[in-house]
């Protein structure tokens, strides 16, 4: 089991910036690719960025590709999704995942764990 807690969401004003954070505890985190996930109300949940286990891989969604970025840290056991230049159409919660292996990492439904989600919004 891994258990993955978000944190770093809140309001900010078109144009600001975020940092979003998920700490993982369990097995090895290492033993991970992590994925941000974003579901903004009436709408699927839709991919946002992820990293591989080693943090050499990453993958952005084209909407969010040049403004956000995924990075990790396996000695705090946590991944980072900073955000800069945000939209109001990035108003969504955000979720952390994790599954063991870097197939289909933008397919949600292959992840193994995920988090319980961190409100961002974004002001126009």
């Known amino acids: 089991q891994v258990q993955l807690v978000e944190s770093g969401g809140g309001l900010v004003q078109a144009g600001g910036s975020l940092r979003l954070s998920c700490a993982a505890a369990?097995?090895?985190?290492?033993?991970?690719?992590m994925a941000w996930f974003r579901q903004a109300p009436g709408k699927d949940r839709e991919f946002v960025s992820a990293?591989?286990?080693?943090?050499?891989?990453?993958w952005y969604a084209d909407s969010v590709r040049g403004r956000f970025t995924i990075s990790r840290d396996n000695a705090k056991n946590t991944v980072y999704l900073q955000m800069n230049s945000l939209k109001p159409d990035d108003t969504a919660v955000y979720y952390c995942?994790?599954?063991?292996?870097?197939?289909?990492?933008?397919?949600?439904?292959?992840?193994?764990?995920w988090g319980q989600g961190t409100q961002v919004t974004v002001s126009s």
């Open positions: 990293i591989s286990r080693s943090g050499s891989n990453t």
């Open positions: 369990g097995r090895t985190f290492s033993s991970y690719s």
């Open positions: 995942a994790a599954k063991p292996n870097w197939d289909l990492v933008a397919d949600d439904e292959t992840y193994d764990y």
